[in-house]
């Protein structure tokens, strides 16, 4: 199923369900008798029942369908309550890009995934602004990633269990200030500007999507085609990476990991197609959706 978090225009974000059969209809999931205030809270505590309860039109108990296109679609997470756990250079043709444009700074000799975080107090959903914060970056990029969201607390899995800890998937811009990026010894900075987040626009849960996903990924600048790749050439697998971080950190319900992009992202043109205000930036992910964002 699809989940959302929309706004109906009163300004209180609800989640709502994409209705089986009835695409581009949804319904708040207190339609069917689910109390949950926002979707961290249903991904922590919604039960196998109530999945197949919100999954059943018919089994509404209260309220109408809301059409997509009437409503504000939001970030899926708007308020994530940890960082973002992020994969760096997870896609080989994009380590090439990456050495062609700073070997030193994008450590592209390590044999380990490249892990870093990434600050995200609020993320951002379709058709908001990415600021460009001009006085600050000379150099904005854009990233389309997978991200798997954690659907159990989970310490200590093993390979062949962790897709037992998925929730479901959704696409996010792990927008990037790539001179900040490379002028600081580690990527915090650089990548965690108020509005580089942008996520969505919904979660597809995990038994819509065959495990390893093996999705189509692209990005778009003004309708320029620039990533055209599929998630099932990650360097680091999902399951290895959930397997790798679950031995020293507990993944708690709701953690967003971001698997890292393939190549096509600004930095690796020459020379550089850098992000300006007005830009238009679509990151697609096939039986996801569309993220579209205006850079401002």
Known sequence: MKLYTFDNGDGVKRVGVEL????????????????????TDLIRHITPLEKERISDP?????????????VRVCSPIPHPEQDIICLGVNYAAHADESAQFDRKAFLLDRKKATYFSKRAYQT???DD???????LVT?????????VIIGRDCKNVCERDAAACIFGY????????????????????GKSLDGFTP???????????????????????NGELRQ????????????????????????????????????????GFDPPKFLKSGDVVTCEIEKIGRLTNMVK
């Open 228 to 267: 055209n790749s599929n998630t099932n050439y990650l360097l680091h697998s999902i399951s290895e990476i959930i397997a790798e971080l679950s031995q020293g950190m507990t993944l708690l319900a709701g953690t967003i990991i971001a698997t890292g992009t393939p190549a096509g992202v600004g930095m």
């Open 199 to 221: 996520m969505g626009p919904c979660i597809v849960t995990e038994d819509e999507i065959p495990y390893p996903p093996a999705l189509s990924i692209s990005s778009t600048v």
């Open 58 to 70: 018919e089994a509404a108990l209260d309220g109408r369908p809301l059409r997509l296109s009437s």
């Open 139 to 147: 150099s904005l990029d854009y990233e389309a990633e997978l991200a």
């Open 124 to 126: 951002s959903g379709p």
């Open 20 to 39: 089986s059969g009835f695409p581009g209809l949804i319904r708040d999931v207190r339609d069917f008798g689910l109390p949950y205030r926002d979707m």
């Open 129 to 135: 602004l990415i600021p460009s914060y001009p006085e």
């Open 170 to 189: 959704t696409v996010l811009n792990d927008v990037s200030a790539r001179n900040l990026q490379t002028e600081h010894n580690q990527w915090y900075f």
